[in-house]
């Protein structure tokens, strides 16, 4: 995909940009002032990067097994559903109904297409016993109409019209040589667990010496796998591997779905090698697949949690959900993050020697996630993070978490209530921020322009103080967008008849800027000053 379109190519080298925020290493900020503007221009990106490769030729979207997506992954789809003219797209979506639970997000898409003139919806009905019978013509091809249609009878009972158990029965039937039995009517119930289970059984019986303990490796590793951390697994080389590999393939245990990529044939066969290992060996085996996959230096979190987790090191595990918590903040897949931070802060609850830096920034991850979602609660969390930030003195945690403290849309939490929680964040996120090294004064303007707005209300001669000091700040370090935050808290925290002339100057200051830097949101404000 990242061939046919440039910009795609540059998200994906650079790791800069919009479009970067859905691959690993994206230098984006996981913590955005408006969440709700950066999720839309995020999802305006993948739109225009499907029309544009639609432009150039026709493209079907398949998106499979819909009833395991997540709430960002539905939004998404709804926005190339809704927002998407292009008659050159088709978008194909599979689901199951009986898996979708009752608040599932698809549910609500699929109620907001129902009867759009731009959407079809097909029902895949239950296999009839004529259905069955066309599958099994085709893998007899010999047999009477008599032997087709009594073969046909027993699959169609005992898969009740089920495609996928139906053909998994009829490939069963053949590979054990029972077609001919169950056509002639000696064979009328079949004993399908466990005759999978001795078909698999012998199947590897048959491949060459320690191919069993390469498959089982495999297994552990999960229904798919990678060749190369299956061989850093076992530590061998790829090739010897591969070699065992292919006669897997041969004896349809497994199939290759990629270059490096296999996955196990059917469940069946993973179930089997699985359940000749013990708890003991399943845990070890998993850690050890724990280890190959960090030696390989990928961003794999999700499969590190669960096979550390498998293996019994839930500190571990625990980490790596946490660092797929903040991967999903970049990627402004908020409810996912605070699903998985939920996690980790019920994990750290438990755990008397959680270190303080952890419970930090956990809580501060959650309480971003909960903001971007509209829950004005989410300042409880932010003073915990900072709280907790400031007995280490982490100042990144503490600097992040005073940043935090306005509530999107708004530029101080409640009118002529100063919050002393908040205004507490942000005097201990300056205490600590030092104003000489540039990292840390980029925070400290914002952490001033926030006081100050928090302030509005009270020690008018302070506010003046902050604000000056953050203008000169914000001059100092040549950053234009940081002057515009400046101006825009002077504008509101100042608010007052003696000031409207700074405040009509500030609006066309801003004006410029927007300009300037192409910002949207300073452009707004610039207009919409001017007009007070």
């Not at 230098?27 to 221009?41: D, F, G, V």
């Not at 119930?189 to 698999?200: G, K």
């Not at 909960?370 to 990144?396: H, Q």
């Not at 100050?452 to 700040?473: G, K, M, P, Y």
Request: proline residues 3%; charged residues 25%; hydrophobic residues 50%.
């Amino acid at each position: 995909v990242v061939d046919l379109d440039d910009l795609l190519a540059d998200a994906v080298a650079s790791r800069a940009g919009t479009l970067a925020r859905l691959f690993p290493g994206s230098t984006s900020s996981a913590a955005e002032a408006q969440p709700a503007a950066a999720r839309l221009e995020l999802f305006e990106a993948v739109g225009s990067l499907v029309e544009r490769i639609a432009a150039q030729r026709p493209v079907l979207l398949v998106l499979d097994d819909l009833h395991w997506a997540a709430v960002p992954t539905v939004l998404l789809l709804r926005h190339l559903v809704q927002h998407s003219g292009h008659s050159r797209l088709l978008v194909v979506g599979t689901h199951r109904d009986e898996d979708l639970a009752a608040g599932h997000p698809l549910r609500d898409l699929l109620a907001e297409t129902r009867g759009s003139a731009h959407t079809t919806r097909v029902a895949v009905e239950l296999l009839g016993e004529d259905d069955v019978a066309d599958l099994v013509a085709a893998a007899m091809s010999d047999a009477s109409r008599g032997q087709v249609g009594a073969v046909a009878r027993v699959v169609h009972r005992d898969s009740a019209g089920n495609a996928f158990f139906a053909c998994e029965l009829l490939h069963h039937l053949a590979t054990t040589g029972q077609l001919d039995a169950v056509a002639d009517a000696v064979v009328e119930q079949l004993p399908i667990p466990e005759s999978l289970h001795d078909v698999v059984a012998q199947r590897l019986s048959r491949l060459g010496a320690g191919a069993d303990e390469v498959l089982r490796s495999a297994a552990v590793i999960g229904p798919s796998f990678d060749l190369e951390v299956l061989a850093r697994v076992l530590d061998r080389s790829p090739d010897d591997v591969l070699d065992v590999l292919d006669e897997a393939c041969r004896a349809t245990l497994v199939v290759e779905v990629g270059i490096d990529q296999f996955a196990f044939a059917h469940a069946i066969v993973r179930g089997v090698l699985l359940a000749e290992l013990s708890a003991t060996r399943r845990a070890r085996a998993h850690r050890r697949v724990a280890e190959a996959i960090e030696k390989g230096g990928l961003d794999q979190f999700d499969e590190l949690a669960l096979h550390w987790r498998s293996g019994g090191d839930e500190a571990r595990a625990i980490g790596y959900v946490a660092r797929a918590a903040r991967r999903d903040l970049v990627a402004l897949a908020y409810e996912s993050a605070r699903s998985r931070y939920e996690q980790v802060l019920e994990v750290l609850a438990r755990d008397a020697s959680a270190s303080a830096s952890a419970r930090a920034e956990a809580w501060l991850g959650y309480g971003t996630a909960v903001r971007a979602l509209g829950d004005p609660s989410y300042i409880d969390s932010v003073i915990k993070a900072a709280r907790l930030a400031r007995s280490t003195r982490d100042v990144e945690v503490l600097g992040e978490a005073a940043t935090l403290s306005i509530w999107p849309g708004t530029f101080y939490f409640n009118a002529g209530l100063p919050d002393d929680d908040v205004i507490e964040v942000c005097e201990s996120a300056l205490a600590v921020l030092d104003a000489n090294d540039p990292t840390q004064a980029r925070v400290r303007v914002r952490v001033l322009a926030n006081l100050a707005s928090h302030l509005t209300f009270v020690d008018r001669d302070r506010r003046v103080a902050i604000i000056a000091e953050a203008t000169e700040l914000a001059a100092r370090l040549g950053d234009p967008a940081l002057v515009g935050v400046v101006l825009n808290a002077e504008f509101l925290c100042m608010w007052e008849p003696r000031t409207h002339e700074r405040r009509v100057q500030i609006g066309r200051e801003l004006t410029r800027i927007a300009r300037a830097i192409g910002d949207a949101e300073f452009a707004f404000l610039g207009r919409f000053f001017t007009a007070f």
